[in-house]
């Protein structure tokens, strides 16, 4: 598809019933480094600039719950970081809540004020990023993640249980 | 990279997410989405006249050798080209529908629109309407050019055209919806079925001669298909002069409940594509 950053917008903006969409677009290009890439064909960018663009998009009608899956993936680290950045100042500007998906540990405890651990559509853990980590006595989330998926180690509040023990 | 602010200082007005006025803006958005495409591409462009020129020109050639020759021949010969015309006006919107469609799951866009405040039936009316557009685009120079190089007047149906028109687009509508919710259903595996699906009718709707010549076991079948009902009121007016009014209202009544049972398949197999996620997966 050969739209550029600029006309997808612009589509998108009607869709979203954003009745200044030239001003808008030409604010979030400038906000988030686009304006020298609004005239270029999407499909051409690299996968940060794609991700910027996509940011954009999502914040066209500036809503009050974003919903983003893997934001950062496949994004270079100062890319990557730069995003998280926006994302959370965002969130505290616009007083949004944003709902994200990621398999980024570091960055889910970087951003989230809530995590939710999924394992085929069954929530298993529900927490605070500390109270996680503290619940696992684990150092970082990625080692509590780890312990989960792998069910190599227990809640500390279940380890007293008769049945963890009889499985120890 | 710096970060800034950033909402701060900017005003984002919204205009009202339902009614008449909000489903209007939004398939203008879709619709303006699809005209940049186009203009994106000359090469598109000249795709969308190339092949209905080639079939105007070679049937044409043939109505003009035929008219040289015998009688009853010559007489025939000046349906063949209208035949093919009204064909391509029901291929061509066809085309446009399933095409626009299938491009929108190629470039893996269509679980960005539908997550979007954009209805099911907004596409489907901006699909229709960018139909109508591609066919436009394609059959009035074709149509120009088959009075310049062959003395046929496609307006000489008179009113008629625009209801044999209006009933070959709308049954291309109801193809289109079928193909495209099979492909929703069953991915991009199933996309020859919307180049293929408006082939069936070729041979059913009598586009080059009178249903009479089909077997009787195949006339009520025939006569079921809204096309059927354009080609013979077609050749009634070319070869008798005569509008048979009948045949028309028989054509958009069929039209209704074919489109009502696309519509319907296409929501329906939107609803499974929601529901087992393949919505978000189906793409190249």
Not at chain 1, 103 to 108: C, F, K, P, S
Not at chain 2, 8 to 16: D, S, T
Request: glycine content about 8%; hydrophobic content about 50%; some cysteine.
């Amino acid at each position: 598809m050969r739209l550029t950053v600029r006309q997808n917008l612009t589509v998108y903006a009607g869709l979203y019933g954003v009745a200044n969409a030239e001003e808008r677009i030409a604010y979030l290009g400038e906000d988030l480094q686009l304006t020298a890439l609004l005239d270029r064909a999407t499909g051409k960018l690299s996968a940060g600039q794609k991700t910027r663009v996509g940011l954009a998009k999502a914040l066209l009608n500036a809503p009050e719950l974003l919903l983003l899956d893997e934001p950062t993936a496949s994004l270079d680290p100062d890319t990557a970081d730069w995003i998280r950045q926006k994302l959370k100042e965002y969130a505290r500007s616009r007083r949004a809540t944003i709902l994200f998906a990621s398999h980024n540990m570091a960055e889910v405890e970087r951003l989230a004020d809530r995590v939710i651990l999924l394992d085929s559509g069954r929530i298993l853990e529900d927490e605070t990023p500390r109270a996680l980590i503290e619940t696992y006595g684990r150092k970082t989330l990625e080692e509590v993640f780890l312990d989960v998926v792998r069910g190599r180690a227990r809640r500390l509040d279940e380890r007293d249980k008769p049945e963890a023990r009889e499985a120890s | 990279m710096s970060g800034v602010s950033l909402e701060a200082g900017a005003v984002v007005v919204l205009l009202p997410p339902n009614g008449l006025g909000a489903s209007l803006r939004r398939i203008g958005a879709l619709v303006r989405r699809y005209m940049y495409l186009l203009r994106s591409s000359g090469i598109r462009l000249i795709e969308l006249i190339y092949w209905p020129f080639l079939q105007m020109l070679t049937w044409g050639f043939l109505q003009k050798y035929l008219a040289g020759t015998t009688s009853p021949l010559a007489q025939a010969a000046g349906v063949l080209i209208g035949g093919v015309l009204l064909w391509d006006i029901l291929f061509r919107s066809k085309i446009g529908f399933s095409t626009t469609f299938i491009e929108e799951m190629w470039s893996r866009n269509l679980g960005n629109l539908l997550t979007s405040p954009l209805h099911p039936f907004e596409l489907v009316a901006a699909l229709s309407v960018w139909s109508v557009i591609r066919l436009a685009v394609s059959m009035v120079p074709v149509t120009v050019a088959a009075y310049f190089f062959f003395g046929f007047n496609l307006l000489s149906l008179g009113l008629a055209l625009a209801a044999f028109f209006a009933v070959l687009v709308l049954t291309s509508w109801s193809l289109g919806l079928v193909s495209a919710g099979v492909i929703l259903r069953y991915g991009l595996g199933a996309e020859e079925l919307a180049w293929s699906l408006a082939f069936i009718l070729l041979p059913l709707s009598c586009v080059y001669y009178p249903v009479s010549v089909l077997p009787g076991w195949l006339k009520p079948i025939a006569l079921t298909l809204p096309p059927t009902h354009v080609f013979e009121g077609m050749r009634s007016i070319l070869l008798h002069g005569v509008v048979n009014v009948t045949e028309l209202w028989w054509a958009l009544g069929l039209n209704a409940v074919y489109l009502s049972i696309g519509y319907l398949a296409f929501r329906w197999f939107l609803r499974g594509a929601r529901i087992n996620g393949s919505l978000l997966q189906l793409g190249e």
